[in-house]
């Protein structure tokens, strides 16, 4: 069982950047890729980013691409995701997510555990 704690969300005028941190507790955090996603109200859970377990290789959905980032520190066993340049549009709950083992990174049933979220609001 992977617990994870999102944290480093709030509200930011457009424009403006935050930094999202995901907090894991399995010691075998390395040996497992991250991501992260987010869903607005009334809308489907949205795929945005992931990295693979070396932290080498990176993913991210058409939306933020060239905009977020996203890192891990195995030492630390957090994952954290840069964002800049934020819209409006960005306002959402975003979701750590742990332990892929689907086919296609931005699927959500290929992702086995999940944080509760931390809230998003960009103001325009």
């Known amino acids: 069982q992977v617990q994870l704690v999102e944290s480093g969300g709030g509200l930011v005028q457009a424009g403006g950047s935050l930094r999202l941190s995901c907090a894991a507790s399995?010691?075998?955090?390395?040996?497992?890729?991250m991501g992260w996603f987010r869903q607005a109200p009334g809308k489907e859970r949205e795929f945005v980013a992931a990295?693979?377990?070396?932290?080498?290789?990176?993913y991210f959905g058409d939306s933020v691409e060239g905009r977020f980032t996203i890192s891990r520190d195995n030492a630390k066993n957090a994952v954290y995701l840069q964002m800049n340049s934020l819209k409006p549009e960005d306002t959402a709950v975003y979701y750590c997510?742990?332990?892929?083992?689907?086919?296609?990174?931005?699927?959500?049933?290929?992702?086995?555990?999940w944080g509760q979220g931390t809230q998003v609001t960009v103001s325009s």
């Open positions: 997510a742990a332990v892929f083992t689907g086919t296609a990174v931005s699927e959500v049933a290929g992702w086995r555990y």
């Open positions: 399995e010691r075998t955090f390395s040996h497992y890729a």
């Open positions: 990295v693979t377990r070396s932290g080498v290789s990176t």
